[in-house]
């Protein structure tokens, strides 16, 4: 009996993660005037996935959930109109096992570009090709993103997973280019609150030789974070914030 809290434990991060992983921003009150207005969907067999691909085929950034089987789209929210979560309760008409808003409640997820992928309020572009760490950053800054900067726990375990499946390592905006040990995001110019440094097989960051001092998901290092010299190449993840 006493393993039954952490089994529910365990399911509810499952749950959460599976839903980040599909871009949710969170469940929103809704009324006449639309807080997404421009195009319509009604369904039977509505889903989050088929909200977030009617959407995205019209260009819009935000999809959102409502009633069982409404989809709207649109480019704006309004972040006052943010409600508890219990409010989204309403099972999808097309899969019970996730919920689509509510009576004037709906559940608003993010719309990624074509190649792009999910999470949170972020879309994530991974590489098919290598690059410096400084030609990756120009590289994102062209698909009007930033090199991937990590700001919770769920985004650094996402950004391993996916590392891990694609089998390869790759570039993270951070460095410690202008003060040794003193790691910032590169874009953002903030300082790390969450980090994924391995540190079993070796202690990273080590600075290895002196001059190691941009970050990769590394996948000899069971795809944690390595400080590695800026020049080297890997592939990349670019990161679109949406919110």
Partial sequence: MEARPAVFLLLLVTVLQAVAELGYIGCYRDDSTRILSKAILQDKGMTVQK?????GKKGFKFAGVEYGYECFCGNVLRKYRKRKESDCKTPCSGNKRQTCGGPWRISIYTVCPLGWK????????????????NDAKRKCITK???LAE???YGERDFLRKQASEYAENFWLGGTDSKHEGIWIWATSQSKFNVTGWHTRLVKEPNN???NEHCINIHKKLDFEWNDERCWNSYRYICEKLLV
């Fill in 51 to 55: 909200c977030q691909q009617f959407c």
């Fill in 118 to 133: 999910s999470y949170g309020s972020s879309c994530y572009f991974f590489s098919q090709t290598t690059a410096t760490w």
């Fill in 144 to 146: 009007n993103s930033m």
């Fill in 150 to 152: 990590v700001v919770s």
């Fill in 208 to 210: 290895q030789g002196g």
